[in-house]
């Protein structure tokens, strides 16, 4: 290089210094940006590492649409290669917090599970913050931001999320589970809860959330709950970690296949446990139908028995109350004679009077009508005593009608008491109808969600209504229901869906068609009794309409008694003045007849 060349340089370097100096900024500006480029995806990725082995974040999440047991953990656990095994429960809720209702998710808190035993802990929650406890088998630890973690039922802790979004939440709100949820005692025991701490979870380290199966779809909450607040028979949800992975980089290429071998493991027993666990459940519900089964053939038989006694007695009854009816009547026959028998008497009665008055008027007159009035006297006397007879006649026929009132009134309340218990039993009846109703609804629940027991009554009217009969067949069945407007289960032909609802229905069809019989039974139970009933209240009023009249008939042969009492002292006092006005012809020094009756 020669001197009048680097002279040349300087001079160009000293006239453009400000064009220079921006060139290097600009190239250093460059340098240093593509450094940092290049240093950022480590720094990330190492940063997401570190957090991420400090919640020792699962490797492995299992679910299950049927749940997970303790059997699911324990086969989990005997994997090799599995290192912690940690089951949990989560649950979608509709949450009122004051005024307002939002989504949430509510989890449990981490299980600490290892290999040996399953314990529930809040130990594995770190109190600064920033890193997490000694509860190294302790999968996706929490970190506790403010506050406290849950130490009693009622208790939770917000997850703060990358927003910020707990802050609306602060420690000391009240949440409340809407009753809006559905089948919510099936999933939480409590449904009231406090904010006593705020928590990050390695979860939900992004901005973005999981979508919700309630209300809006989108989490706007996210609460941990002690797991003794859930309700659940099963898990939800089983978290693994795999025996080296925490050691080695999870975006690296070593932990996929560390991975994979045990998920591979476990797929080979998945179809195994998932068979298990549906045994279980069909074995538990199949227990509970045919529990529900004997129960309903014990009640039928009884309620038959029961019905049949009844039915027996209300015969009997009924033939009885005929009998009393057909006695009754004849009383009544009887006594319309006494009381005609009466009247004429009576007026025989009015006849003799008017003659005995004839007969003293004709005494006063003349001596030797006396003998012919004394005639006509014996004559009434005589008209009398057969009046009293057809009197007394008139009496035994009214104790008669009376003796048979008494009997079938006796025999009225005897068939009221049978009555009763007929209907005692028909009620019996009808609640072992309701209870096999509510058994083989409970049954149907697997096939048909929506039956109801009372939707099942209303089917089997339907079929009555109609005149089907029980159906015998799946096909009869399925077209019954169509008809019906139930809802039935869409699936494929030649599916294990279509031959497990084939053998459910054909196992549900004998019980259909008791519960048919059954109700056609009682139908026709109700409608004797209550025939039986309206004609027992009728002959209830027959008998008080006939105890009315022998009460009137009662009174007017009390009346006739008191009628002959007074013409037997008028035909008395008459005997008596005629025998003192009768001539008396006697020798001189006798006595008179007359006065020596007198």
Same mark, same amino acid.
């Given at each position: 290089?020669?001197?009048?060349?680097?002279?040349?340089?300087?001079?160009?370097?000293?006239?453009?210094?400000?064009?220079?100096?921006?060139?290097?900024?600009?190239?250093?500006?460059?340098?240093?940006?593509?450094?940092?480029?290049?240093?950022?995806?480590?720094?990330?990725?190492?940063?997401?590492?570190?957090?991420?082995?400090?919640?020792?974040?699962?490797?492995i999440r299992i679910v299950s649409t049927l749940g997970l047991t303790d059997d699911d953990v324990s086969a989990l656990s005997a994997i090799d290669g599995v290192k912690d095994v940690q089951p949990a429960y989560n649950a979608d809720l509709l949450v009122q917090t004051g005024d307002d209702t939002v989504v949430a998710r509510a989890h449990s808190l981490p299980i600490t599970t290892g290999?040996?035993?399953?314990?529930?802990?809040?130990?594995?929650?770190?109190?600064?913050?920033?890193?997490?406890?000694?509860?190294?088998?302790?999968?996706?630890?929490?970190?506790?931001?403010? %506050?406290?973690?849950?130490?009693?039922?009622?208790?939770?802790?917000?997850?703060?999320?990358?927003?910020?979004?707990?802050?609306?939440? +602060?420690?000391?709100?009240?949440?409340?589970?809407?009753?809006?949820?559905?089948?919510?005692?099936?999933?939480?025991?409590?449904?009231?809860?406090?904010?006593?701490?705020?928590?990050?979870?390695?979860?939900?380290?992004?901005?973005?959330?999981?979508?919700?199966?309630?209300?809006?779809?989108?989490?706007?909450?996210?609460?941990?709950?002690?797991?003794?607040?859930?309700?659940?028979?099963?898990?939800?949800?089983?978290?693994?970690?795999?025996?080296?992975?925490?050691?080695?980089?999870?975006?690296?290429?070593?932990?996929?296949?560390?991975?994979?071998?045990?998920?591979?493991?476990?797929?080979?027993?998945?179809?195994?446990?998932?068979?298990?666990?549906?045994?279980?459940?069909?074995?538990?519900?199949?227990?509970?139908?045919?529990?529900?089964?004997?129960?309903?053939?014990?009640?039928?038989?009884?309620?038959?028995?029961?019905?049949?006694?009844?039915?027996?007695?209300?015969?009997?009854?009924?033939?009885?109350?005929?009998?009393?009816?057909?006695?009754?009547?004849?009383?009544?026959?009887?006594?319309?004679?006494?009381?005609?028998?009466?009247?004429?008497?009576?007026?025989?009665?009015?006849?003799?009077?008017?003659?005995?008055?004839?007969?003293?008027?004709?005494?006063?007159?003349?001596?030797?009508?006396?003998?012919?009035?004394?005639?006509?006297?014996?004559?009434?006397?005589?008209?009398?005593?057969?009046?009293?007879?057809?009197?007394?006649?008139?009496?035994?026929?009214?104790?008669?009608?009376?003796?048979?009132?008494?009997?079938?009134?006796?025999?009225?309340?005897?068939?009221?008491?049978?009555?009763?218990?007929?209907?005692?039993?028909?009620?019996?009846?009808?609640?072992?109808?309701?209870?096999?109703?509510?058994?083989?609804?409970?049954?149907?629940?697997?096939?048909? +969600?929506?039956?109801?027991?009372?939707?099942?009554?209303?089917?089997?009217?339907?079929?009555?209504?109609?005149?089907?009969?029980?159906?015998?067949?799946?096909?009869?069945?399925?077209?019954?229901?169509?008809?019906?407007?139930?809802?039935?289960?869409?699936?494929?032909?030649?599916?294990?869906?279509?031959?497990?609802?084939?053998?459910?229905?054909?196992?549900?069809? +004998?019980?259909?068609?008791?519960?048919?019989?059954?109700?056609?039974?009682?139908?026709?139970?109700?409608?004797?009794?209550?025939?039986?009933?309206?004609?027992?209240?009728?002959?209830?009023?027959?008998?008080?309409?006939?105890?009315?009249?022998?009460?009137?008939?009662?009174?007017?042969?009390?009346? %006739?008694?008191?009628?002959?009492k007074t013409v037997k002292s008028n035909l008395k006092t008459v005997r008596n003045n005629s025998a003192a006005q009768k001539p008396c012809w006697r020798e001189a020094g006798q006595p008179c007849p007359a006065d020596r009756q007198s």
């Open positions: 290089m020669t001197r009048s060349y680097r002279k040349n340089i300087r001079r160009t370097f000293k006239h453009t210094k400000s064009r220079f100096i921006a060139i290097f900024s600009i190239i250093a500006l460059g340098v240093g940006f593509l450094a940092g480029l290049n240093a950022t995806p480590v720094d990330m990725k190492e940063s997401m590492e570190a957090y991420m082995d400090d919640a020792n974040f699962y490797d290999k040996e035993e399953t314990e529930k802990s809040t130990s594995s929650l770190s109190t600064d913050g920033n890193t997490a406890t000694n509860a190294q088998d302790t999968i996706n630890k929490l970190f506790l931001v403010d %506050g406290h973690m849950p130490e009693k039922s009622g208790e939770c802790v917000v997850e703060a999320g990358a927003n910020d979004m707990a802050s609306a939440y +602060p420690i000391g709100s009240k949440l409340v589970i809407s009753p809006e949820n559905e089948d919510l005692d099936s999933k939480l025991s409590t449904t009231e809860y406090e904010v006593v701490g705020i928590v990050h979870s390695a979860n939900y380290f992004s901005f973005e959330r999981e979508p919700a199966s309630v209300g809006n779809g989108r989490v706007n909450l996210l609460m941990y709950l002690l797991p003794e607040d859930y309700a659940f028979t099963a898990y939800t949800e089983i978290y693994l970690t795999v025996d080296g992975a925490l050691a080695s980089n999870s975006l690296g290429d070593d932990y996929d296949p560390l991975v994979d071998t045990v998920k591979n493991k476990i797929e080979a027993i998945q179809e195994l446990r998932c068979q298990t666990r549906y045994d279980e459940i069909y074995d538990e519900a199949q227990q509970k139908i045919d529990d529900a089964w004997d129960s309903y053939h014990e009640a039928k038989e009884e309620a038959n028995q029961k019905l049949s006694d009844a039915k027996a007695k209300l015969t009997d009854g009924e033939k009885e109350l005929a009998d009393g009816q057909t006695e009754y009547e004849q009383g009544e026959a009887d006594y319309a004679d006494a009381l005609s028998q009466i009247a004429e008497n009576e007026q025989k009665l009015a006849d003799g009077e008017i003659q005995l008055g004839d007969a003293r008027r004709k005494l006063q007159e003349a001596d030797a009508r006396i003998s012919n009035n004394e005639t006509l006297l014996e004559q009434n006397e005589a008209k009398l005593n057969a009046a009293k007879t057809e009197l007394d006649k008139g009496q035994a026929q009214y104790d008669n009608g009376m003796n048979a009132y008494q009997s079938g009134k006796k025999q009225l309340d005897d068939g009221q008491v049978q009555l009763d218990a007929a209907k005692k039993q028909l009620d019996t009846a009808k609640e072992s109808y309701q209870s096999g109703l509510a058994g083989c609804a409970q049954g149907m629940t697997s096939l048909l +969600p929506s039956m109801t027991a009372d939707g099942l009554d209303g089917f089997l009217a339907f079929l009555s209504d109609k005149g089907y009969g029980a159906p015998q067949t799946t096909t009869a069945f399925l077209q019954d229901m169509a008809e019906y407007g139930v809802s039935l289960p869409t699936v494929s032909a030649n599916s294990a869906e279509a031959a497990y609802l084939e053998q459910g229905i054909s196992q549900l069809l +004998p019980a259909i068609s008791q519960l048919y019989s059954a109700r056609e039974s009682i139908t026709a139970g109700q409608s004797t009794y209550d025939a039986n009933a309206a004609k027992l209240e009728e002959n209830k009023k027959l008998l008080a309409d006939s105890k009315e009249e022998l009460s009137k008939a009662r009174q007017k042969l009390q009346k %006739g008694r008191n009628s002959m």
